[in-house]
Nanobody
Framework: QVQLVESGGGPVQAGGSLRLSCAASGYTIRWDCMGWFRQAPGKEREGVAAIDRDGSTNYVDSVKGRFTISKDNAKNTLYLQMNSLKPEDTAMYYC?????????????????WGQGTQVTVSS
């Protein structure tokens, strides 16, 4: 059974940093497209960052230069390093997996999702 469990969220002041982790079990993430998504109250879910099986990455414009997605295949864990956080980054953050290459569809087609971890950035 595929399971994704996020951790690392919490309250932080603007300008601060957090590192989110997503531990996968039941399969290996090595061959998957993995992504981080977020959803703020009253807003649609949006793709934040994704990493392909070859390590290539893609980011939504609003986080470029501030967030870094990475994965440790040996630990079967996905990460999101978030620096220079802003109040508008406040959201529930979700880890997701797609059993395929990301290809050109970086933020669509994800079939496995975690339960989410809350990030709250205060000004």
């Amino acid at each position: 059974q595929v399971q994704l469990v996020e951790s690392g969220g919490g309250p932080v002041q603007a300008g601060g940093s957090l590192r989110l982790s997503c531990a996968a079990s039941g399969y290996t993430i090595r061959w998957d497209c993995m992504g981080w998504f977020r959803q703020a109250p009253g807003k649609e879910r949006e793709g934040v960052a994704a990493i392909d099986r070859d390590g290539s990455t893609n980011y939504v414009d609003s986080v470029k230069g501030r967030f870094t997605i990475s994965k440790d295949n040996a630990k079967n864990t996905l990460y999101l390093q978030m620096n220079s956080l802003k109040p508008e980054d406040t959201a529930m953050y979700y880890c997701a997996a797609k059993r395929a290459w990301c290809g050109g569809n970086w933020f669509s087609g994800f079939g496995y999702w975690g339960q989410g971890t809350q990030v709250t950035v205060s000004s």
